[in-house]
């Protein structure tokens, strides 16, 4: 759709509107050296003709890679008929309509959505999504600490294993509101949340923990423990989780004796297409004591004054146009075209297909460590289950970037290099294999990689 922006003659307009001299005068509160004029790292405009061609290019780097790489975006399969459906012109808008503008149509859709996320992470209810995992974390704690005022000093417990974006936005959206946020280490021998760093905490002190399942390493956490000793200590518990493995693992829901209070996650295996990182969207679940401190949107079923069933708006309590002051993020709509795809996902492939779907990902990760494993200096880092990463330490010469480079140049992108974020991991990839791996795409990988480290350790080459 073209965009067409405001005129000379529309802005004098409505800067005479409200009497106003110019747009100077409009922004005078911000003090003149935070003003940044320079427009000067944008490149020249370009014809429709030339920007259609550079987009495409673009779009062909999405293309014709054998991808390992999971690291938070995953590849997966996506059933035809989600994106012929999402993109009917009914749905196919960036936008989120506000109650007024909302077709019964979108909310029915955004109240399946509802429906299935509450489902599958076995709790009450769901909002309408959030922009992506990060920020639906973010949202989780700072929820989980309005729901605990009881624990004064605020107190977050997050594992160093939770993907570390996810961790920074956590950290920027607590860092100046009084709470503190302490990482959890991990255990150097199974990956999973160190339960000796458990001890030095007491019943009152914590108000928040987080448990990731599976872990950014690919590592499933023992969750009925960690919820269990949450709550005895009179924590609340927020799971992060990846929606896929649903199919197969035990929903936060139901984890320990009496289950996780706030689920929550990135939506992008549900239907969203990798495109070079988004758009996605998080998803968010909680217990029903919790519903109004929920951020975003959730849709209602109801029946009208002549009896007949309907969708509306229900509870948008935290939004900033409802409540400005209490409103809790600066969130105050959702990826919608997102979540009908995700809706449209789920309700094609159902829990039977979901299940399938999860546990050809788990066998596709055995075979790929298990052949990767086979490579002399190749071998993995964890001793405990994983669902569909792995980590896997590298004995070679070349840097894990010059290993990356070279399967690069064989068309395969192997995996995410630990020592970006970790840096005492630089000897430690981290693979993926989803259901769309093929037994000859793993032999494929391992014999690339194979190739590479032989050749770097002077064994052999590329014959």
């Not at 009917?88 to 077709?103: I, K, L, M």
């Not at 996320?117 to 639906?136: I, K, R």
């Not at 996902?345 to 159902?350: C, K």
Request: net charge negative; charged share 20%.
């Amino acid at each position: 759709m073209p965009f067409i922006p405001h005129t000379a003659s529309d802005l004098s307009e409505m800067l005479a509107a409200i009497g106003v001299s110019d747009l100077d005068a409009l922004f005078d509160e911000i003090p003149p050296a935070l003003h940044n004029r320079s427009q000067g790292h944008l490149p020249p405009a370009l014809s429709e003709m030339a920007l259609s061609r550079l987009m495409s290019e673009r779009a062909d780097r999405d293309r014709g890679v054998l991808s390992f790489l999971g690291a938070g975006a995953y590849e997966h399969h996506i059933p035809a008929p989600v994106w012929e459906i999402a993109g009917r012109g009914e749905f196919y808008s960036a936008y989120t309509p506000y109650q007024a503008e909302a077709s019964q149509g979108i909310l029915q859709v955004l109240y399946e959505y509802q429906s299935m996320m509450a489902g599958l992470t076995g709790l009450d209810a769901s909002n309408a999504s959030l922009y992506d995992g990060a920020s639906a974390l973010g949202e989780a704690v700072l929820m989980g600490i309005r729901a605990n005022r009881q624990v004064k000093n605020g107190l977050v417990l997050i594992p160093a294993s939770v993907h570390p974006h996810y961790r920074q936005v956590v950290f920027t959206l607590t860092h100046y509101q009084g709470i503190t946020v302490r990482e959890l280490p991990f255990d150097p021998l199974t990956g999973q949340i160190s339960t000796t760093s458990l001890a030095e905490f007491s019943k009152g002190e914590v108000a928040v923990l987080v448990i990731p399942q599976p872990n950014f390493f690919g590592v499933l956490e023992e969750a009925d423990d960690l919820t269990d000793w949450a709550h005895e200590i009179g924590a609340v518990v927020v799971g992060l989780v990846n929606p896929v493995s649903l199919g197969l693992l035990k929903p936060p829901g139901e984890w320990g004796k009496k289950g996780a209070d706030i689920a929550c996650g990135e939506g992008q295996p549900l239907g969203a297409p990798l495109s070079s990182g988004g758009p996605y969207f998080g998803f968010l679940t909680c217990r029903k004591a919790h519903l109004r401190q929920m951020p975003g949107r959730i849709i209602g079923r109801t029946r009208d004054r002549e009896g007949k069933s309907g969708f509306v708006l229900t509870l948008q309590a935290r939004e900033q146009h409802i409540r400005r002051s209490k409103a809790t993020s600066n969130i105050c709509t959702n990826q919608g075209l997102m979540t009908v795809a995700a809706a449209i996902h789920l309700s094609i492939l159902g829990p039977d297909g979901l299940g399938q779907v999860a546990a050809a990902c788990i066998a596709n990760t055995r075979a790929l460590v298990e052949k990767l494993s086979a490579i002399p200096g190749v071998k993995p880092l964890f001793d405990a289950p994983f669902f569909h990463e792995a980590v896997l330490t590298l004995e070679t010469p070349l840097t894990m970037e010059g290993v990356l480079d070279e399967l690069a140049q064989k068309g395969i992108a192997g995996g995410y290099p630990l020592q970006t974020t970790y840096p005492a991991l630089a000897g430690e990839l981290l693979v993926c294999a989803t259901e769309t791996k093929t037994p000859e795409d793993i032999d494929h990988f391992a014999r690339a990689l194979g190739q590479v480290l032989n050749a770097a350790a002077g064994e052999g080459g590329e014959g």
